[in-house]
């Protein structure tokens, strides 16, 4: 008992940084695509302007600072995930899991978009993705149920229900012949549900990782 205890802190201050690490990945991608969609939106209405007043320069450099910041935000969460990697073991697999997803990743970005390799490889990560969420679920649920914190435990499952479908989605999508117009469209269709379910699936995950950090806090002793 006393040594689930000494766990609490080191783990709230860990689930609180992998919480901070995607808020800044969220601001980022938000302020990413609102800037993209600016710049369309500038494009359509008055094209010269957007070159000869310096303001795609500017849209590229403000993108390419979200694009740092995202970075950032992922290595602060990959940083408390490993920190975690002692208190429950989940979170050691998660961590490992998390590495071969990185290199398959970059393998797939080696071998070229349109092989049927970098499919299967980018078939694999967002499986492998999928797979980590789940660990670090079952390592944080583990930890509510100790003190008693099943609101948090409901939330988890919400979270891994959503991420469920936004991945099956995406599975299913990378399957469809996409040559044919119907092939396309019913890919269109299905990426912009996939895409509302996964933008939902972030803001419940990192909700449920703040309140997971402060039920820790607040049962520290």
Do not use: H
């Amino acid at each position: 008992m006393f040594e689930q205890m000494e766990q609490r802190r080191p783990a709230s201050q860990k689930l609180r940084q992998m919480w901070q690490g995607n808020l800044v990945i969220m601001v980022s991608v938000i302020f990413m695509v609102v800037m993209v969609v600016i710049m369309l939106m500038s494009v359509m209405t008055n094209p010269l302007a957007m070159y000869v007043g310096g303001g795609l320069g500017f849209t590229l450099f403000l993108t390419l600072l979200s694009t740092v910041a995202m970075i950032v935000g992922e290595i602060i969460y990959l940083v408390g995930l490993y920190g975690l990697r002692n208190i429950q073991p989940e979170y050691r697999t998660a961590f490992q899991c998390w590495l071969v997803s990185f290199v398959l990743n970059l393998i797939s970005s080696l071998v070229g978009e349109e092989s049927l390799i970098s499919s299967a490889l980018d078939l694999a990560v967002t499986v492998l993705n999928l797979v980590v969420l789940w660990l670090v679920l079952q390592a944080t649920n583990r930890l509510m149920e100790e003190i008693s914190r099943d609101d948090v435990i409901q939330r988890g499952r919400t979270v891994w229900i959503l991420n469920l479908i936004s991945t099956v989605c995406a599975v299913v999508v990378a399957l469809i012949p996409i040559e044919a117009a119907t092939g396309a469209a019913l890919a269109l269709t299905i990426s912009l549900a996939a895409l509302a379910v996964s933008v939902v699936a972030d803001f419940w995950y990192l909700g449920y990782l703040g309140r997971a950090a402060t039920a820790l806090t607040e049962n520290m002793w």
